[in-house]
């Protein structure tokens, strides 16, 4: 299995008996740095596939009606139903719309956390705080893979 060097640097500053806060901190800013690239990539991706649905029969209809060129128009005819499709399929604006909202959940259980706020405020708040985020986000994968395994079964 590849781990990339942050996921191994961590893994090995785990090793070391960091003090729980730093843990947290850590896993956090992993997890957010994760979230939010993922976010950010959809989120472009959405735009630009959008950009070219929108503009692309446009452009197509001014080439048929005031040049008569019929390939650049095929070509771009064929570009917008390959931007429909990845939108489609991909489920862009969802994966954008979700990425973001794990981000911003895990920022707001981040400060309630900092914050010391319920359910925050005991002893064990480091194992509250990363047992919160770690369920979340695995409920987050969970929903994804049924999704994936149902859509499978679906096509079948």
Same mark, same amino acid.
């Given at each position: 299995?590849?781990?990339?060097?942050?996921?191994?640097?961590?893994?090995?500053?785990?090793?070391?008996?960091?003090?729980?806060?730093?843990?947290?901190?850590?896993?956090?800013?992993?997890?957010?740095?994760?979230?939010?690239?993922?976010?950010?990539?959809?989120?472009?991706?959405?735009?630009?596939?959008?950009?070219?649905?929108? #503009?692309?029969?446009?452009?197509?209809?001014?080439?048929?009606?005031? #040049?008569?060129m019929?390939?650049?128009?095929?070509?771009?005819?064929?570009?917008?139903?390959?931007?429909?499709s990845?939108?489609?399929?991909?489920?862009?604006?969802?994966?954008?719309?979700?990425?973001?909202?794990?981000?911003?959940?895990?920022?707001?259980?981040?400060?309630?956390?900092?914050?010391?706020?319920?359910?925050?405020?005991?002893?064990?708040? $480091?194992?509250?705080?990363?047992?919160?985020?770690?369920?979340?986000?695995?409920s987050? $994968? #969970?929903?994804?893979?049924?999704?994936?395994?149902?859509?499978?079964?679906?096509?079948t």
């Open positions: 299995m590849y781990y990339n060097k942050e996921i191994t640097h961590f893994f090995n500053e785990l090793a070391y008996n960091l003090p729980p806060q730093v843990v947290c901190q850590k896993r956090t800013l992993y997890c957010l740095n994760w979230y939010t690239k993922k976010a950010i990539f959809y989120k472009k991706l959405f735009f630009i596939l959008s950009i070219i649905n929108i #503009s692309a029969p446009i452009i197509s209809g001014l080439l048929l009606n005031y #040049s008569k019929e390939l650049p128009s095929a070509i771009l005819s064929a570009l917008t139903s390959f931007s429909a990845l939108l489609a399929l991909c489920n862009v604006r969802d994966k954008w719309t979700n990425y973001r909202t794990a981000a911003e959940y895990i920022k707001k259980e981040y400060t309630l956390y900092m914050a010391k706020i319920k359910p925050y405020n005991t002893e064990n708040c $480091h194992a509250i705080y990363l047992t919160s985020i770690e369920g979340y986000m695995e987050i $994968h #969970s929903h994804w893979y049924n999704a994936q395994i149902s859509g499978k079964q679906d096509n």
